[in-house]
C-alpha cells in the first residue's frame, strides 16, 4: 500500500483477555517499529525488527508483550492478560532501513481501550 | 539517559505569525534530530529530519535548526496558517533509528 497500514484502528477489550494488533509497513522498508502513546505521555519505544537480524526488544514494559514479523513483511504486536494501563495508542512505522537518517513513516495507530 | 523537553506544551498564536517552537536534549551524542507533526486522532508526519552534522533544515515554511553542543534545537514556522494547527513532537535518534521523542508542543492557529 502507499502508507503503513495498521489494524484494528480502534479496539476495545476486557481487561485480562489478550489482543492482537496487526502492522502492514510501507513495502520495501526493512526496517519495522512499534511505540505507544499514552494518555498525557509522549511516544514510548516498544520494539524495532531490522530485516533477519533479531528484534530489539528493549522498550517492551513486561512479559505480557510480544512482537513478531512474519515473512520481513507484516508485524504484530501481542498484549496477554491486558490490564487497564495498557490503553493507549500503538503506532507502528516503517523506514527504508534502520540506519538513523532514513525518514520514519508512521501509521494512525491502533487505539486500545482495556475495560 | 536521554530525555528530551519541548517547550511550550501549548502555543496560541493568531493567523500569519511567525513562530519558534522548542526542543531539548540532555545527551548531545544523538544521530539525528527529527520533527514529526500529529494532527487528533492521527499518526505521526515527519516534517524535517536533521542529520547530527547538519545545523538546520527547511522545507517551505518550516526551518529546523539543530545545536548539538547545547542540546537544542528549533523549529521555526513562518507566516502561520490555521491548517498549521497541530501537535508537534521533536525526536532524537540513535544510530538505528530508534527514537526518543518529546512530549510535544499543542499548536492552535486561530483565523
Known amino acids: 500500500g502507499a502508507g503503513v497500514s495498521q489494524s484494528p484502528s480502534n479496539k476495545v477489550t476486557e481487561k485480562g483477555k489478550d489482543v492482537e494488533l496487526r502492522c502492514d509497513p510501507i513495502?520495501?522498508?526493512?526496517?519495522l517499529y512499534w511505540y505507544r502513546q499514552s494518555l498525557g505521555q509522549g511516544l514510548e519505544f516498544l520494539i524495532y525488527?531490522?530485516?533477519?537480524?533479531?528484534?530489539?526488544k528493549s522498550g517492551l514494559p513486561s512479559d505480557r508483550f510480544s512482537a513478531e514479523r512474519t515473512g520481513g513483511s507484516v508485524s504484530t504486536l501481542t498484549i496477554q492478560r491486558t490490564q487497564q494501563e495498557d490503553s493507549a495508542v500503538y503506532l507502528c512505522a516503517s523506514s527504508l532501513s534502520v540506519t538513523g537518517g532514513n525518514t520514519i513513516y508512521f501509521g494512525e495507530g491502533s487505539w486500545l481501550t482495556v475495560v | 539517559k536521554q530525555e528530551v523537553t519541548q517547550i511550550p506544551a501549548a502555543l496560541s498564536v493568531p493567523e500569519g505569525e511567525n513562530l519558534v517552537l522548542n526542543c531539548s536534549f540532555t545527551d548531545s551524542a544523538i544521530y539525528n534530530l527529527q520533527w514529526f507533526r500529529q494532527d487528533p486522532g492521527k499518526g505521526l508526519t515527519s516534517l524535517l529530519l536533521?542529520?547530527?552534522?547538519?545545523r538546520e533544515q527547511t522545507s517551505g515554511r518550516l526551518n529546523a535548526s539543530l545545536d548539538k553542543s547545547s542540546g537544542r534545537s528549533t523549529l521555526y514556522i513562518a507566516a502561520s496558517q490555521p491548517g498549521d494547527s497541530a501537535t508537534y513532537l521533536c525526536?532524537?535518534?540513535?544510530?538505528?533509528?530508534?527514537?526518543?521523542f518529546g512530549t510535544g508542543t499543542l499548536l492552535a492557529v486561530q483565523p
Open positions: 525526536a532524537v535518534g540513535s544510530a538505528t533509528n530508534k527514537l526518543i
Open positions: 513495502s520495501g522498508h526493512t526496517a
Open positions: 536533521i542529520q547530527s552534522s547538519q
Open positions: 525488527f531490522q530485516g533477519n537480524s533479531a528484534p530489539d
